[in-house]
């Protein structure tokens, strides 16, 4: 079991016990509503919300991983729970994501900072521990080297889709895979996301606290405008439902889906202005970005029409969920177009009337 002191528990608060530290600090939830000793707190609350809403990372109040006061220490831990609480009162599936990720990264910077330290070995023992009791990813170190077992490394990497992650491409020795601290805790972002996740879930739903509705219906309509009004059909193939599945649950989808993404819906035919709205739950959105990338792929600005990639390339780049129904097509813009197509043959035989000529995908 690991045992933290406050500047742990400040940097990897959620491996604080929650109901242990609240009651340890000697305040009820309800006092959060009104007590002014407890406005910092609440207030660094939601902003460790809203910084998640908006993709970025809540930075905090600790220099080097330090704090330079006891009292920020304890602001940095319950103003983390306390977030937890704010997000149980508003309900809403994309805060629990988007505050899972922002926090994942921001505690990633902290174990990348403490894994390599050269001068204090208990942070880098720290560092080891969590990754290894927490996440099964056990960290040799040789000379300041980073060496992670094969089998932990496949385990964590199959995530990614980027080629760089690929095992092919790592330096491997001796049965470990060599990898800078940032990379090694990168490996278990999606792992440590998950985490928090589960944490918020099991949290139990506090009564609405008095004197903090109008901030909670406020991050309930931050949340409610970043949940992407796109539905999509049955008639998509299942890469790009898993592509929009990814994105609706505020997960990162790599570039190479988003293009995809982007391609299919182009081809069609549908709006830049409807596609738009699909990546308004990705962790790093900007309206401005993605208006400006969805113009220069449907060839509104550059003059170059950009095409869905085929089945073969989106296989290499892992983001192919083949099903039967997709035997025999090359392109996912032909998905449901053989299988009509057969159907329209089958009952043109059946009425001996010719079958017309199917389209070829765009
Ligand atoms: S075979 Fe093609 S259409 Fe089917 S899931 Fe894979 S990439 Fe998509």
């Not at 690991?2 to 742990?8: A, I, M, P, R």
């Not at 309930?220 to 609706?248: F, M, Q, R, W």
Request: hydrophobic letters at 35%; charged letters at 30%.
């Amino acid at each position: 079991m690991l045992v933290l002191g406050k500047d742990e528990k400040a940097k990897y608060p959620f491996l604080a016990d929650a109901g242990k530290y609240l009651q340890e600090y000697g305040f009820e939830l309800p006092q959060f509503g009104t007590d002014p000793i407890l406005k910092d707190i609440v207030d660094k609350a939601y902003e460790r919300v809203m910084a998640a809403t908006s993709g970025s990372v809540y930075k905090s109040g600790l220099a080097d991983g330090r704090a330079v006061q006891d009292r920020m220490l304890d602001v940095e831990i319950l103003s983390f729970l306390f977030a937890i609480v704010l997000i149980k009162l508003a309900n809403r599936h994309t805060l629990v994501r988007r505050f899972a990720l922002s926090e994942a990264r921001r505690a990633e910077s902290y174990l990348a900072g403490d894994l390599s330290d050269r001068r204090d070995r208990s942070r880098v023992d720290m560092a080891r521990r969590i990754l290894h009791d927490l996440f099964g990813l056990k960290v040799e170190m040789r000379d300041y080297r980073y060496l992670i077992p094969v089998p932990d490394y496949l385990k964590h990497s199959s995530v990614f889709h980027e080629r760089e992650w690929k095992l092919v491409n790592r330096q491997v020795e001796d049965g470990h895979v060599i990898l800078k601290p940032d990379k090694t805790v990168r490996l278990i972002r999606h792992a440590l996301t998950t985490y928090i996740s589960e944490k918020i879930r099991d949290s139990p739903v506090p009564d609405m606290i008095p004197g903090l509705e109008g901030m909670v219906a406020e991050l309930v309509a931050v949340a409610d405008k970043l949940t992407p009004a796109y539905e999509s059909t049955g008639e998509h193939p299942p890469c790009i439902k898993h592509a929009i599945n990814v994105l609706k649950s505020g997960e990162n989808l790599p570039h190479s889906g988003r293009f995809m993404l982007a391609t299919f819906l182009l081809a069609r035919g549908q709006p830049v202005e409807e596609i738009a709205p699909l990546f308004k739950n990705a962790p790093d959105y900007s309206e401005r970005v993605t208006m400006y990338q969805l113009n220069h792929l449907s060839g509104r600005t550059g003059g170059v029409k950009y095409n869905c990639p085929s089945c073969d390339k989106l296989r290499t780049q892992n983001l192919c969920f083949a099903v039967p129904e997709c035997d025999g097509i090359i392109t996912p813009l032909q998905f449901g177009r053989r299988r009509k197509a057969a159907q329209h043959e089958q009952q043109h035989q059946s009425s001996d009337v010719e079958p017309a000529e199917e389209g070829e995908p765009a």
